[in-house]
């Protein structure tokens, strides 16, 4: 997209993991984002609804989603090895 001008923006769903794998994601999408080179990273953090086959599986102890402190520590994570900082520096005016 890049050689044709495109920009665009990626996110990062904090927290969707689970505890299981919070690091290696963390660590996993930083480094895609390395090799993407996108003009802003967003961040968002992983709701489990009701009615959701995730929030089941959390239900019956498949799946642990993260507290706000270990979504804060997978943000840190990933910011640490992503080697380009990005910032929105646009307004909602």
Known sequence: MEE????????????????????????????IFNQLKPMLVGTGGLTLFSGTPLLEEAERGEFTPLTEKEMLEELRTSLAVQTQRYADLSSNR
């Open 4 to 31: 044709v001008g495109i920009q665009y923006w990626v996110t990062f769903l904090n927290g969707v993991a689970g505890c299981e794998h919070s690091h290696e994601h963390a660590v996993n999408s930083a480094k």
